[in-house]
Protein backbone atom coordinates (compact mmCIF):
# COMPACT_ATOMS: atom_id res chain seq x y z
CA UNK A 1 0.00 0.00 0.00
CA UNK A 2 1.03 3.26 -1.01
CA UNK A 3 0.62 6.95 1.04
CA UNK A 4 -1.79 7.71 -1.85
CA UNK A 5 -4.96 8.12 1.44
CA UNK A 6 -5.43 8.22 5.24
CA UNK A 7 -7.49 5.99 7.32
CA UNK A 8 -10.87 7.31 8.14
CA UNK A 9 -10.41 6.74 11.81
CA UNK A 10 -13.35 4.98 12.03
CA UNK A 11 -12.52 2.05 14.31
CA UNK A 12 -16.45 0.69 15.11
CA UNK A 13 -19.15 -1.32 13.08
CA UNK A 14 -22.62 -0.67 12.48
CA UNK A 15 -25.57 -2.67 10.81
CA UNK A 16 -27.86 -1.24 8.85
CA UNK A 17 -30.18 -0.18 11.36
CA UNK A 18 -27.10 1.78 13.11
CA UNK A 19 -26.34 -0.45 15.91
CA UNK A 20 -22.97 -1.53 17.21
CA UNK A 21 -21.72 -4.89 16.36
CA UNK A 22 -18.72 -6.92 16.13
CA UNK A 23 -16.57 -5.82 13.31
CA UNK A 24 -14.95 -9.09 12.83
CA UNK A 25 -16.36 -10.47 9.45
CA UNK A 26 -17.89 -7.45 8.70
CA UNK A 27 -16.71 -6.67 5.62
CA UNK A 28 -16.88 -2.86 6.92
CA UNK A 29 -14.45 0.02 7.34
CA UNK A 30 -14.18 -0.27 11.19
CA UNK A 31 -12.67 -4.15 10.48
CA UNK A 32 -10.10 -3.26 8.13
CA UNK A 33 -8.67 0.36 9.01
CA UNK A 34 -7.07 0.72 5.76
CA UNK A 35 -4.89 3.75 4.52
CA UNK A 36 -1.94 5.58 6.01
CA UNK A 37 -2.25 4.96 10.13
CA UNK A 38 -2.82 7.77 12.56
CA UNK A 39 0.65 9.09 14.34
CA UNK A 40 -0.28 9.53 17.98
CA UNK A 41 -0.89 12.01 19.61
CA UNK A 42 -1.83 13.50 15.76
CA UNK A 43 -1.26 17.30 16.65
CA UNK A 44 1.47 19.26 18.13
CA UNK A 45 0.62 22.39 19.56
CA UNK A 46 2.97 25.19 18.48
CA UNK A 47 1.72 28.30 20.08
CA UNK A 48 -1.18 29.56 17.83
CA UNK A 49 -0.06 26.57 15.19
CA UNK A 50 -0.69 23.30 15.18
CA UNK A 51 1.23 20.99 12.87
CA UNK A 52 -0.66 17.64 11.96
CA UNK A 53 1.84 15.34 12.02
CA UNK A 54 0.12 12.98 9.86
CA UNK A 55 0.25 15.27 6.66
CA UNK A 56 2.93 17.76 7.77
CA UNK A 57 0.59 20.24 7.23
CA UNK A 58 0.37 23.69 9.54
CA UNK A 59 -3.23 24.80 11.22
CA UNK A 60 -3.72 27.77 12.48
CA UNK A 61 -5.37 26.79 16.29
CA UNK A 62 -8.10 29.20 15.99
CA UNK A 63 -10.40 27.67 13.10
CA UNK A 64 -12.44 30.96 12.62
CA UNK A 65 -9.87 33.60 11.91
CA UNK A 66 -12.10 35.33 9.91
CA UNK A 67 -14.48 35.49 13.01
CA UNK A 68 -17.90 35.78 9.92
CA UNK A 69 -18.60 33.50 6.81
CA UNK A 70 -17.44 35.41 3.68
CA UNK A 71 -17.83 34.77 -0.15
CA UNK A 72 -15.10 32.19 -1.94
CA UNK A 73 -13.63 35.70 -3.63
CA UNK A 74 -13.78 37.34 0.35
CA UNK A 75 -11.91 34.19 1.77
CA UNK A 76 -8.90 34.08 -0.86
CA UNK A 77 -8.59 38.49 0.04
CA UNK A 78 -8.49 37.37 3.61
CA UNK A 79 -5.95 34.94 3.37
CA UNK A 80 -3.61 37.42 1.02
CA UNK A 81 -4.09 39.93 3.85
CA UNK A 82 -2.95 37.61 6.12
CA UNK A 83 0.07 36.92 4.40
CA UNK A 84 0.81 40.81 3.94
CA UNK A 85 0.34 41.58 7.69
CA UNK A 86 2.30 38.48 8.33
CA UNK A 87 -0.04 36.72 10.21
CA UNK A 88 1.33 34.84 13.54
CA UNK A 89 4.60 35.77 12.12
CA UNK A 90 4.41 33.96 8.31
CA UNK A 91 3.40 35.06 5.15
CA UNK A 92 2.82 31.80 3.46
CA UNK A 93 -0.92 31.23 4.46
CA UNK A 94 -3.33 29.81 2.03
CA UNK A 95 -6.99 28.36 1.68
CA UNK A 96 -6.88 24.78 1.50
CA UNK A 97 -7.52 22.56 -1.39
CA UNK A 98 -10.42 20.03 -0.90
CA UNK A 99 -8.09 17.30 0.27
CA UNK A 100 -6.11 19.20 2.74
CA UNK A 101 -9.04 20.42 4.14
CA UNK A 102 -10.70 16.87 4.17
CA UNK A 103 -7.64 15.52 5.89
CA UNK A 104 -8.61 16.83 9.27
CA UNK A 105 -12.22 15.09 9.13
CA UNK A 106 -12.64 12.16 11.60
CA UNK A 107 -14.99 9.36 10.81
CA UNK A 108 -15.36 8.37 14.16
CA UNK A 109 -16.65 11.37 15.29
CA UNK A 110 -19.15 14.15 14.87
CA UNK A 111 -20.38 17.93 15.94
CA UNK A 112 -17.23 18.40 15.13
CA UNK A 113 -16.11 15.64 12.75
CA UNK A 114 -13.09 16.01 14.09
CA UNK A 115 -10.53 13.53 15.45
CA UNK A 116 -10.44 12.80 19.21
CA UNK A 117 -8.39 15.34 21.45
CA UNK A 118 -8.07 17.94 19.03
CA UNK A 119 -6.36 21.08 20.06
CA UNK A 120 -8.63 23.34 17.66
CA UNK A 121 -10.71 26.32 19.41
CA UNK A 122 -13.86 28.14 17.68
CA UNK A 123 -14.23 25.39 15.38
CA UNK A 124 -17.50 26.17 13.29
CA UNK A 125 -20.39 22.71 13.16
CA UNK A 126 -20.59 24.24 9.61
CA UNK A 127 -18.89 24.79 6.21
CA UNK A 128 -15.69 26.18 5.40
CA UNK A 129 -14.60 26.84 1.85
CA UNK A 130 -11.50 25.66 0.04
CA UNK A 131 -9.53 26.87 -2.76
CA UNK A 132 -10.48 24.22 -5.32
CA UNK A 133 -13.21 25.30 -8.17
CA UNK A 134 -16.09 22.51 -8.96
CA UNK A 135 -15.29 21.30 -12.24
CA UNK A 136 -18.68 20.73 -13.70
CA UNK A 137 -19.73 24.37 -12.90
CA UNK A 138 -16.40 26.23 -12.39
CA UNK A 139 -18.65 29.70 -10.74
CA UNK A 140 -18.99 26.90 -7.79
CA UNK A 141 -15.92 25.71 -5.01
CA UNK A 142 -15.87 23.16 -2.98
CA UNK A 143 -16.91 23.01 1.17
CA UNK A 144 -16.34 20.66 3.55
CA UNK A 145 -18.74 20.59 6.42
CA UNK A 146 -17.04 19.91 10.24
CA UNK A 147 -20.55 18.87 11.71
CA UNK A 148 -20.34 16.03 9.72
CA UNK A 149 -17.67 15.43 7.34
CA UNK A 150 -19.27 16.13 4.01
CA UNK A 151 -17.65 17.69 1.20
CA UNK A 152 -19.77 19.70 -1.62
CA UNK A 153 -19.92 22.79 -3.46
CA UNK A 154 -21.78 25.35 -4.14
CA UNK A 155 -21.81 28.99 -5.66
CA UNK A 156 -18.78 31.41 -5.01
CA UNK A 157 -20.99 33.94 -4.27
CA UNK A 158 -22.51 31.95 -0.66
CA UNK A 159 -20.61 33.37 2.53
CA UNK A 160 -18.61 29.99 4.88
CA UNK A 161 -15.62 30.23 6.70
CA UNK A 162 -11.77 30.34 6.18
CA UNK A 163 -9.50 28.01 8.03
CA UNK A 164 -6.02 29.00 6.59
CA UNK A 165 -3.34 26.19 6.46
CA UNK A 166 0.35 26.85 5.27
CA UNK A 167 3.11 23.99 5.56
CA UNK A 168 3.96 21.07 2.95
CA UNK A 169 1.83 18.24 2.37
CA UNK A 170 3.96 14.83 2.42
CA UNK A 171 1.31 12.19 1.87
CA UNK A 172 -1.84 13.76 0.03
CA UNK A 173 -1.97 13.56 -3.75
CA UNK A 174 -2.60 16.93 -5.61
CA UNK A 175 -6.19 17.23 -6.37
CA UNK A 176 -5.56 17.40 -10.54
CA UNK A 177 -6.93 20.94 -10.59
CA UNK A 178 -4.69 22.82 -12.89
CA UNK A 179 -6.76 25.69 -14.21
CA UNK A 180 -7.76 28.73 -11.70
CA UNK A 181 -11.61 30.44 -12.61
CA UNK A 182 -12.77 33.62 -11.41
CA UNK A 183 -16.53 33.88 -9.68
CA UNK A 184 -18.08 33.71 -12.61
CA UNK A 185 -15.99 30.73 -13.62
CA UNK A 186 -14.22 31.76 -15.94
CA UNK A 187 -10.53 30.61 -16.39
CA UNK A 188 -8.18 33.48 -15.30
CA UNK A 189 -4.07 33.02 -14.92
CA UNK A 190 -3.30 31.54 -11.74
CA UNK A 191 -0.43 33.89 -10.94
CA UNK A 192 -1.38 35.39 -7.23
CA UNK A 193 -5.11 33.60 -7.23
CA UNK A 194 -4.01 31.45 -3.93
CA UNK A 195 -6.16 29.23 -5.75
CA UNK A 196 -5.79 25.77 -5.98
CA UNK A 197 -4.53 25.76 -9.89
CA UNK A 198 -1.93 27.78 -8.53
CA UNK A 199 -0.74 25.73 -5.91
CA UNK A 200 -0.89 22.06 -6.87
CA UNK A 201 -0.01 21.39 -3.38
CA UNK A 202 0.50 17.59 -2.91
CA UNK A 203 1.66 14.18 -4.22
CA UNK A 204 2.21 14.40 -8.07
CA UNK A 205 0.62 11.76 -9.81
CA UNK A 206 2.61 9.37 -11.86
CA UNK A 207 2.14 9.09 -15.25
CA UNK A 208 0.63 7.14 -16.80
CA UNK A 209 -1.84 7.08 -13.24
CA UNK A 210 -3.51 3.65 -13.90
CA UNK A 211 -1.85 0.36 -15.20
CA UNK A 212 -4.88 -2.32 -16.46
CA UNK A 213 -4.24 -5.68 -16.50
CA UNK A 214 -7.26 -7.90 -17.65
CA UNK A 215 -10.00 -7.50 -15.70
CA UNK A 216 -8.33 -5.21 -13.09
CA UNK A 217 -6.81 -1.73 -12.98
CA UNK A 218 -3.83 -0.99 -10.85
CA UNK A 219 -3.76 2.88 -9.35
CA UNK A 220 -0.11 3.84 -9.34
CA UNK A 221 -1.16 6.52 -7.23
CA UNK A 222 -2.41 4.70 -4.47
CA UNK A 223 -1.63 0.89 -5.16
CA UNK A 224 -4.69 -0.11 -4.74
CA UNK A 225 -6.27 -2.80 -7.23
CA UNK A 226 -10.14 -1.91 -8.92
CA UNK A 227 -11.81 -4.14 -10.96
CA UNK A 228 -12.11 -2.47 -14.49
CA UNK A 229 -15.97 -3.37 -14.44
CA UNK A 230 -16.96 -0.72 -12.32
CA UNK A 231 -20.28 -2.27 -11.89
CA UNK A 232 -20.20 -5.16 -9.47
CA UNK A 233 -24.33 -5.75 -9.69
CA UNK A 234 -26.28 -4.81 -12.56
CA UNK A 235 -28.53 -1.80 -10.67
CA UNK A 236 -28.66 -0.47 -6.97
CA UNK A 237 -28.10 -2.48 -4.08
CA UNK A 238 -28.87 -1.43 -0.10
CA UNK A 239 -25.50 -0.96 1.95
CA UNK A 240 -26.03 -4.40 3.17
CA UNK A 241 -26.63 -6.03 -0.37
CA UNK A 242 -23.22 -4.19 -1.49
CA UNK A 243 -21.05 -5.51 1.19
CA UNK A 244 -22.85 -9.32 0.95
CA UNK A 245 -21.87 -8.82 -3.05
CA UNK A 246 -18.42 -8.26 -2.43
CA UNK A 247 -18.67 -11.65 -0.33
CA UNK A 248 -20.03 -13.59 -2.78
CA UNK A 249 -17.23 -12.16 -5.34
CA UNK A 250 -14.82 -13.55 -3.00
CA UNK A 251 -16.42 -17.07 -2.35
CA UNK A 252 -15.91 -17.24 -6.56
CA UNK A 253 -12.40 -16.49 -6.35
CA UNK A 254 -10.89 -15.86 -3.08
CA UNK A 255 -8.97 -12.88 -4.35
CA UNK A 256 -9.05 -10.90 -0.89
CA UNK A 257 -11.92 -7.98 -2.68
CA UNK A 258 -14.05 -5.85 -0.49
CA UNK A 259 -15.98 -2.61 -0.21
CA UNK A 260 -13.64 0.47 -0.14
CA UNK A 261 -13.84 2.92 2.54
CA UNK A 262 -14.54 6.42 1.79
CA UNK A 263 -10.89 7.80 1.27
CA UNK A 264 -9.90 5.55 -1.16
CA UNK A 265 -13.31 6.08 -3.17
CA UNK A 266 -12.53 9.77 -3.32
CA UNK A 267 -8.52 9.26 -3.93
CA UNK A 268 -10.05 8.30 -7.53
CA UNK A 269 -11.34 11.84 -7.93
CA UNK A 270 -9.95 14.55 -10.84
CA UNK A 271 -10.53 17.79 -10.18
CA UNK A 272 -10.20 18.96 -13.29
CA UNK A 273 -12.95 16.51 -14.60
CA UNK A 274 -16.59 16.15 -13.99
CA UNK A 275 -19.37 13.35 -15.39
CA UNK A 276 -17.43 11.38 -14.41
CA UNK A 277 -15.01 13.11 -11.75
CA UNK A 278 -12.32 10.37 -12.96
CA UNK A 279 -8.75 11.38 -15.17
CA UNK A 280 -9.72 11.28 -18.62
CA UNK A 281 -7.69 9.02 -19.57
CA UNK A 282 -8.88 6.22 -17.34
CA UNK A 283 -9.29 3.18 -18.27
CA UNK A 284 -12.48 1.76 -16.18
CA UNK A 285 -15.32 0.93 -18.33
CA UNK A 286 -19.37 0.85 -16.46
CA UNK A 287 -18.90 3.93 -14.61
CA UNK A 288 -21.80 4.92 -12.31
CA UNK A 289 -22.65 7.64 -10.65
CA UNK A 290 -23.06 6.79 -7.06
CA UNK A 291 -20.98 4.31 -5.51
CA UNK A 292 -21.01 2.77 -1.39
CA UNK A 293 -18.24 2.76 0.54
CA UNK A 294 -17.95 0.76 3.51
CA UNK A 295 -17.71 3.54 6.18
CA UNK A 296 -20.86 4.41 8.16
CA UNK A 297 -21.56 8.02 8.90
CA UNK A 298 -21.23 7.87 12.32
CA UNK A 299 -23.39 11.44 12.36
CA UNK A 300 -26.63 8.82 11.35
CA UNK A 301 -25.58 5.53 11.60
CA UNK A 302 -28.16 3.74 9.43
CA UNK A 303 -26.46 5.83 6.78
CA UNK A 304 -23.28 5.04 4.73
CA UNK A 305 -20.65 6.91 3.24
CA UNK A 306 -20.95 7.26 -0.68
CA UNK A 307 -18.89 9.06 -3.40
CA UNK A 308 -21.23 10.93 -5.82
CA UNK A 309 -18.46 10.22 -9.21
CA UNK A 310 -20.98 12.09 -11.46
CA UNK A 311 -19.50 15.34 -9.41
CA UNK A 312 -16.41 14.30 -7.24
CA UNK A 313 -18.83 14.71 -4.20
CA UNK A 314 -18.68 12.81 -0.95
CA UNK A 315 -22.14 12.34 0.75
CA UNK A 316 -24.30 9.82 2.55
CA UNK A 317 -27.11 7.54 1.44
CA UNK A 318 -29.65 5.58 3.85
CA UNK A 319 -28.68 2.12 4.14
CA UNK A 320 -31.76 0.59 3.52
CA UNK A 321 -32.63 2.76 0.11
CA UNK A 322 -31.25 0.09 -2.93
CA UNK A 323 -29.55 3.42 -4.49
CA UNK A 324 -25.83 2.75 -5.32
CA UNK A 325 -23.47 0.95 -6.58
CA UNK A 326 -20.70 -1.29 -5.58
CA UNK A 327 -16.83 -1.36 -7.26
CA UNK A 328 -14.76 -3.58 -4.69
CA UNK A 329 -10.93 -2.97 -4.44
CA UNK A 330 -8.07 -4.88 -3.19
CA UNK A 331 -4.19 -4.49 -2.25
CA UNK A 332 -1.84 -5.33 -4.81
CA UNK A 333 0.89 -7.29 -2.97
CA UNK A 334 3.23 -6.96 -5.47
CA UNK A 335 2.59 -2.94 -6.98
Same mark, same amino acid.
Given at each position: ?????????????????????????????????????? !?????????? @??? $?????????????? %?????????????????????????S??? /?P???????? *??????????????????????????????????????Y??? $?G?????? %?? $???????????????? !????????Y?????? =????????? %??????? !?? !???????????? @???????V???????????????????????????N?? %?????????????????????? /????????? =?????WS????????????? /????????? *????????F???? @???????
Open positions: MKDGYLQTGQTTCRDPSGAAIPCAGSGQDGEFHRGLPW !PEPRFEVRGE @IVL $DRLTGLLWMRNATP %GELPMTWREALAFVAEMNRERELGCDWR /LNRRELRSL *VSHQTRRPALPEGHPFVNVFAGWYWSATSAAGVTAHAWVNM $DGRMFYG %GK $DQSFLVWPVRGENRVL !PATGQTLCDDRGAV =VPCAGTGQD %GEFRAGL !PW !PAPRFSARGETV @IDRLTGLWRRAASLVPEGVTWHEALAAVTRLNLGGA %GWRLPNINELESLADCAAANPA /LPPDHPFAQ =VRDVYSTTSLYEPDWAWA /LYLDKGAVG *VGQKSQARQVWP @IRENHVF
